[in-house]
Structures are given as C-alpha cells and as structure tokens.
C-alpha cells in the first residue's frame, strides 16, 4: 500500500485511500478468464479496442456514504410510486409512457458523486451499461497487500451478482406473463457490433443460455411483428432487453418494437414507461423539491433523505433564463432526455452560441456538485483523475456498486487509468 502512511490509520480512512494508495488490485489474468466466458476472444478484443474500458485500481468508499446512496435508492423508489408524481412526470413525457405495466425496468443506474456531506444523486439512468462488465471486474480482484485483505472489502456481493441478474429478467418477465415459462430473449441495440460496450451484449447472450433461455444479438430492424408475436427471422422472442437511446422508441428503425411494446406482444426491459419515470432529468426538479415532496404527504424521512442527497435541480425556461445565466458557475445543465453526457455542459464553460441553445428549452440547470477523486499510477507516475459511483438497483435494492474513473468534464473511458473501477469498502 503505497503513500508512506501507516497501515492501520490509513486503512480506516476512505479519503485517504483515494488519495494516497496507489495499489492495483485487477489480476488480469481472471478478468481475461472472466471475460471469455462470455465467448473465445472477447477479453482480447477488449484489450485490443478498448484498453481504457477497466481501471487497474478500486475507488474507496465509506460504510456510511454506501448506507446513505442505499437509502437515496430506496427514497426515490417510495416517490415513484406515488401517483400525483406519475401524474407529474408523465405529463412531460411520450403518450407510449402512458401505458400501464407492471415490469419496472431492468438495471437502472443512480449514478453519484461524493461530496463532503454526503454522497449526491446526479442522475438516474434506465440505460445503465456496465453491469455485468462491472460484475466480471468486481470477482478479478486481488488484495495487493494483508492491511488492505483486513481493512476492506467490495462494497456489494458480487458472488452471485450474475444469478441476481438473470432473476430480474424472469421478474420482469413475471410481473407482465406470470408463471408462463421465459423461453428466448433478444438483446436489441442498433448496430450492435458498433456500440462501445457491444462486449457486455456478449457477456449476457452467454449468461441467458446458461441459465437455459434462448438469446440473441439483434438490430432493431431484425425485429417483425406478425399476428401478435415478435419474431427475428421467424422465432418467437418473449423479452427484449433493450439497449437503445431511442427511450421513447420514436425513430421509424424502432417501430416494430415500439408496437411490440405498444400491444404487449412481448415484454420490453428498460422501456418507455421505466424511463419515464426514472430517467428523464425533469424529474429531478421534483425528487430535489423538498415542499412539493412535503405538500404531497411524502413522509418526512423520505423527504429529509432526498433534500440531502438530491442537487436541486430546476427547467431552465424563458422566466428564469437570464437568474440561471447569472448563476451558471454555481449551476450544472443537462438535456431532459440527455444520456452518456451528451450535450452538458458545465456553467462556468458555457459559451454564447451553448447558453443559446440551453435558453432555447429543453434542459435542466442542477446544483454543481463536484465529482470525487482517485489517485491512481500511471507509468510509473502518480495521476488524478476524477469519479463517480453507480449503483445498479432493481425495485430500490442496490445489486452492485461500480465506480468511473476519468478525466475530462464527463465520463469518457479514453483516458490511461481510467474506466470502470471496483469499488471497496471498510471491512
């Protein structure tokens, strides 16, 4: 454990580890190993393509952040299922989000960052990617040294993360087919191969057939609709975990799914309506809203929890342009349906031809909070690169923690000792 500190006070002080220990826990030997389960080659293509997908060294945090990020997940889950909120929130959203279903989404991501009084809930995402990439990483770690074997341990099990995983999916499945059996799913994104984490499709192709569910790689454009069925190339398929940014399923390519969705002709996880609820950043003016939360008889603890560990976030229109404008360096704008960062922007960075397009509508200004960070090595040399956490959660329980470690004013997994990171935790 690098840094010159003394094992047993270092060992106990999260902060400092971030700061100072420099150890590199990933053998990659076993996430090789645990990669090309999900097929020969995958862990070489991975490090061919992306060699900045995994971080080398685990990010570090408190017991007590962790049991605070717990209890914001299970905050906000109470909120959603208020009906004056989904009222609210689907006020604002497609008309296909009206639909009534009984799935929640799939792998939702609550992604924070770290501040000195606690931890922060930036955002919520219903297209998390990562999971089981994560998962795979989590079980390829080593204690580089017997202080840190005794002092921590990864912030979540992730043992049996993966049969965690598969039983989602049959909820999902259950919640909308009851005790019909799961029989094929079809991991739907467009041009697969292209996308970045295209090695993940992989991974959970892999793991449905393990647990005996047929499972494919498809585009959208693969997907028929014929006599109440969803078809690829003739066979039925029952669920589509869905991986496309398209949340509402409006481009013409999605229309088969769309009306998939639409009719029940299959069960779609993340879907329009999960989004919806969760994930359009619109909704955070209500979740970081403490009177309107009180007025609505949410219960105070509920209250209290998410006015401490939700920025305050408001719709940037034209009756508070020009306050927010004023403030921007305080403030931090993301498009309502925005995901992977895209277009958001920092306000002290905001330039005249940006703020233009943010006063037009169609974007939210959030508290700033600050992103953690991790010391890590690289060449040789001591590097600080910038964090978040993310908890991936089903129904408001957190199945895994996994950190991003980059530099920039977004994620990216461009940068040398960057990417997903385990996450650890005092024993």
Not at 204 to 232: C, D, K, N, Y
Request: hydrophobic residues 45%; contains cysteine; charged residues 20%.
């Amino acid at each position: 454990m690098d840094g010159g500190a003394s094992g047993g006070g270092m060992a106990l002080d999260i902060e400092r580890l971030n700061r100072d220990c420099r150890c590199e826990t990933l053998e990659e030997a076993r996430l090789a190993a645990e990669l090309d389960a999900g097929g020969e080659g995958l862990a070489a293509i991975v490090a061919a393509e992306r060699p900045n997908l995994f971080a080398a060294t685990p990010v570090f945090v408190s017991r007590a952040h962790l049991a605070a990020m717990k209890a914001i997940v299970r905050a906000v889950e109470a909120v959603v299922h208020e009906p004056w909120y989904q009222h609210a929130v689907l006020e604002w959203a497609d008309p296909v989000a009206h639909i009534p279903m009984t799935s929640g989404g799939a792998l939702l991501g609550f992604d924070f960052h770290l501040a000195a009084d606690g931890p922060k809930l930036i955002e919520i995402n219903t297209n998390a990617g990562g999971a089981l990439l994560n998962a795979k990483l989590a079980r390829a770690q080593a204690p580089c040294c017997d202080e840190m074997r005794e002092a921590t341990a990864p912030a979540t099990g992730v043992e049996t993360v993966e049969d965690d995983f598969v039983a989602m999916f049959r909820e999902e499945w259950r919640g909308e087919r009851g005790a019909a059996p799961l029989r094929s799913i079809a991991i739907v994104d467009d041009d697969p191969p292209s996308q970045f984490l295209y090695p993940e499709f992989e991974l959970f192709r892999a793991l449905f057939e393990s647990h005996g569910i047929q499972a494919t790689i498809v585009a959208p454009e693969s997907l028929v609709l014929e006599a109440g069925r969803l078809l690829v190339e003739g066979r039925p398929i029952d669920l589509v975990y869905n991986r496309l940014t398209d949340f509402p399923l409006r481009v013409p390519a999605h229309r088969a799914l769309r009306d998939a969705y639409a009719t029940r002709a299959a069960v779609v996880t993340p879907n329009p309506r999960a989004h919806a609820l969760y994930a359009d950043k619109r909704n955070l003016t209500l979740l970081s809203d403490p009177a309107l939360l009180a007025a609505h008889g949410v219960p105070e603890p509920v209250v209290a929890r998410l006015a401490a560990g939700v920025p305050r976030t408001v719709q940037v229109t034209a009756a508070n342009a020009e306050s927010l404008h004023a403030a921007r360096r305080k403030l931090f704008f993301k498009p309502a349906q925005g995901y992977g960062a895209k277009a958001t922007y920092r306000g002290a960075n905001v330039t005249r031809r940006v703020w233009a397009e943010i006063a037009a509508g169609g974007y939210v200004a959030q508290a700033l909070v600050p992103p953690g960070s991790r010391v890590v090595a690289v060449a040789g040399e001591a590097k600080l690169l910038k964090l978040d956490v993310r908890l991936y959660a089903y129904a408001g329980r957190v199945q895994l923690a996994a950190a991003r470690l980059y530099q920039g004013q977004t994620t990216n997994f461009r940068t040398a000792g960057g990417g997903f990171a385990p996450v650890f935790t005092t024993a």
